[in-house]
């Protein structure tokens, strides 16, 4: 495809030659039907978030909202631990993890919540969190979903929705920013995923990732942008202002570039998929883009067969999940007074282990939420027992707490969303206390 003898795109690599210097105009940009490629996604025509994005004068931000999605189906009874029932241990006599009073090493039981629940010893590095008022948990949690299915779960807590039969345009967050109206801020909503996530589908405010660094101008010489500078310097026009806008965040990736980032010393970043995504994020929060929503994926939960007790499968991602949350604190230092942490998943897994020495699908899961605001150091639960005639279904932790509840006290105290029924519709909002006004 060429722009009339100025540029022509070659195969492979996708960069651009020049054969000769020659200036270029709006006729021969629409011609070509690109002008600006950021990691391979076309500008012209496109409403991206970076073709949206307006870089505010002042560059200061608000308070930040980071999702952390553990996809597959988290074993929430040996995350967060009810040791303090007899019929955990009956239900799990391999898979359970030893009570904290237990003769064994540290990392061989679990550590000291509240005297009913324990932590899974993985999990270690978010400890003082929860001892310090930081961190909150939230037990036998939940959507109503009742499929057993990690699509149409995660789709159903994405959308906002209370279970599988709902119908809503868009996901939560979506609605979230679309409610909010456009704030004028770069990156406003930032997936660190190959796809976007359902819970910011339906919005133009939002832009799916895998890396920073993927997301820079192919082409980068002098002449170059001296003509993309000049093309878009004058006129109000969709294209022109978008053009412009564009621009100034690739040329703040450019002077922050990503790919040299040094977090603060102390601060280390498992080198995983979710170490790597916080590490960005960090990278973005404190570059005052403007930052508000980032939603991150951790993957792998499906714990069908040797899950372990405290090591293994379970043992090695909560681990991850620990440490790259504990490296992102770190690394913020007193910017974390303005980010709020929520760890979920689409379902809990059921009470009693299997013959593969694993656990099934279930229903109740637990949430983390840390940070800013958090009213922490304390298990919120409206706990129903793990008694065989308590157990709901095939023999799953029921759902008591509504989800959506979480979200919503998240959203209306940190994010100002304007009202909960906008964002999910037909909750009849409760209240945990959860969050600080």
Known sequence: MALKDSWTYCDGDGRLDQPKRQTINRRQLFAGAASLVAGGVWWAGAKSALAQATLRSDRRNGNVFISVFLRGGADALNVVTPYGEDSYYKFRPSLAIANPKAGKAEPEKLAYLDGFFGLNPAMLSLLPDFREGRMAVIHAV??????HSHFQAMSTMELGLKNETGRVSGGWLARHLNASGSKGTPLRAVAFSGTMPDSLSGTTGALAISELADYRL?????DWMSDLRA???????????????????????????PRVYKPEPNAQYPDSQLGKAFREAAFLIKQDVGLEVCCL????????VTQGSTSGWLTELLADLANSIAAFQTDLGSEMNRVTICVQSEFGRRVAENSGLGTDHGAGGCMLVL???VNGGKIYADWPGLIANKL????????????RDVLAEIALKRLGTPSVNEIFPGLNHSSLGLIQA
């Open 142 to 147: 939940g959507s109503y979903d009742s499929t």
């Open 392 to 403: 709901s279904g095939p023999g799953d932790l029921p759902v008591t707490t509504d989800y």
């Open 371 to 373: 940070g800013g605001g």
């Open 297 to 304: 994926d951790s993957t792998g939960w499906d714990s069908h």
């Open 218 to 222: 192919q082409r980068e010489d002098a």
């Open 231 to 257: 093309l878009y310097a004058r006129g109000n026009d969709e294209m022109v202002t978008a053009g412009r806008e564009t621009l100034a965040v690739l040329a703040m990736l450019n002077e922050f570039d």
